[in-house]
C-alpha cells in the first residue's frame, strides 16, 4: 500500500517567514496530493491540492509544487501569519482512499 | 454550503459497550469515508462506500461495522469497545464519479472516550 513520510514534524518561524513542509509517497500510480490544516480538536480543511499532470499550484500565499519522478510533493506558505498555526497533513491518493502523512505542527510567533 | 454532519459530536462509553456513530454526507455526494484520528496521530483510514457498496478497506477492526443507506448516509457500529478506541472519528465525503472531484470534505468529527 501507499506509504507517506512528512518532514519536519514541527516548524517553528517568526510572522513574516515563510514555511516549507515536504512529503514523498512511494505508489507511483497515486495521482492526487492534497494539502489538510487540522486546529486543535478541528476537523482537517482542504487548503490546496495537486493532480499528477500539474507540477505547481498556487493559491495566494499557499503554493504546492510536485515532482512525480522523484515522488515529492512539498507546501509553501509565505508571509505566514499567527492564524497559520495549525498541524498540517499531506496525503496522497489514487481516486480514493487518503493515505496521510504523519502531520507537521507549524507554530508561527509573532 | 451544506456540509458533512456528524452525530453525535460527543459520545462517552465503558468498556465492552457498543456505540453507532452516524455521518450525512454533503448533498449528491455518493461516497463515505470513515477515519479514525488519536491524540496527536494522522487520521486512519477504516473503510468507505460509494453507492452503498463498500468500497475500499482499511484498518478497521473485525469488532467494527460500517455500512452505507440508501439516502447515502452512513453509520458505524462499534462493539466490545476498548480503551484503545478512544479517538476523534471523522466521517468525509466525496463524488468522483459525478463531478470528477475526488476533494474529500471532513465531517466535524465524534469524540469517543471509553472508560
Known amino acids: 500500500g501507499e506509504n507517506v513520510e512528512q518532514h519536519p514534524s514541527t516548524l517553528s518561524v517568526q510572522e513574516g517567514d515563510s514555511a516549507v513542509i515536504k512529503c514523498t509517497y512511494s505508489?507511483?500510480?497515486?495521482?492526487?496530493f492534497p494539502w489538510y490544516k487540522q486546529e486543535l480538536g478541528k476537523r482537517p480543511q482542504l487548503i490546496i491540492d495537486?493532480?499528477?499532470?500539474?507540477g505547481e499550484k498556487k493559491d495566494q500565499r499557499i503554493a504546492v509544487t510536485l515532482n512525480k519522478t522523484a515522488k515529492h510533493f512539498s507546501l509553501h506558505i509565505t508571509e505566514t501569519q499567527p492564524e497559520d498555526s495549525a498541524v498540517y497533513f499531506c496525503?496522497?491518493?489514487?481516486?480514493?482512499?487518503?493515505?496521510f502523512g504523519k502531520g507537521t505542527m507549524l507554530l508561527v510567533s509573532p | 454550503a451544506a456540509g458533512v454532519i456528524q452525530s453525535p459530536r460527543h459520545l462517552i462509553k465503558e468498556k465492552r459497550e457498543t456505540a453507532t456513530l452516524k455521518c450525512y454526507p454533503i448533498p449528491r455526494h455518493d461516497t463515505v469515508y470513515w477515519y479514525q484520528q488519536g491524540p496527536g496521530q494522522d487520521p486512519q483510514f477504516l473503510i468507505s462506500?460509494?453507492?452503498?457498496?463498500?468500497?475500499d478497506k482499511g484498518s478497521i477492526p473485525d469488532r467494527f461495522s460500517a455500512q452505507q443507506f440508501s439516502d447515502y448516509h452512513s453509520e458505524l457500529n462499534m462493539s466490545s469497545l476498548e480503551l484503545g478506541d478512544s479517538a476523534l472519528y471523522f466521517c468525509?465525503?466525496?463524488?468522483?464519479?459525478?463531478?470528477?472531484?475526488?476533494?474529500?470534505?471532513f465531517g466535524p468529527g465524534t469524540r469517543l472516550l471509553v472508560l
Open positions: 496525503a496522497a491518493s489514487q481516486y480514493s482512499t487518503l493515505t
Open positions: 495537486i493532480r499528477s499532470n500539474v
Open positions: 468525509a465525503s466525496s463524488s468522483p464519479a459525478r463531478t470528477f472531484e475526488e476533494t474529500q470534505y
Open positions: 462506500f460509494y453507492e452503498k457498496m463498500q468500497s
Open positions: 505508489d507511483s500510480a497515486s495521482n492526487y
